[in-house]
Nanobody
Framework: QVQLVESGGGLVQPGGSLRLSCAAS????????MSWYRQAPAKERELVAR????????SYAESVKGRFTISRDDAKMTVYLQMNSLKPDDTAVYYC???????WGQGTQVTVSS
């Protein structure tokens, strides 16, 4: 069964950090580029970060550049999103995705608030 399962979300104060994980199963994880998206209330889903299948190339939305880092562990079939210096504007549901196959996880809530 093809599946993506996100974890690691929660409530954090401004300036804090969280690491999201996305565990994949049911497909050849190492063959695919992976992405993290987010969707805030009443806003469209936006691309946050991408990583190529080799892990060599990454890209980020301007709003998170320098604060977020995407990485992957093919042995664990997991993609990560390390989020530092979090801001209230980062509050959203975060989803991982295999864009080329339109595979999505269920999402994990991140709330940044004091």
């Amino acid at each position: 069964q093809v599946q993506l399962v996100e974890s690691g979300g929660g409530l954090v104060q401004p300036g804090g950090s969280l690491r999201l994980s996305c565990a994949a199963s049911g497909f050849t994880f190492s063959s695919y580029h992976m992405s993290w998206y987010r969707q805030a209330p009443a806003k469209e889903r936006e691309l946050v970060a991408r990583i190529t299948n080799t892990g060599i190339f990454t890209s980020y939305a301007e709003s998170v550049k320098g604060r977020f880092t995407i990485s992957r562990d093919d042995a664990k079939m997991t993609v990560y999103l390390q989020m530092n210096s979090l801001k209230p504007d980062d509050t959203a549901v975060y989803y991982c995705s295999v864009p080329s196959r339109n595979i999505w996880g269920q999402g994990t809530q991140v709330t940044v608030s004091s």
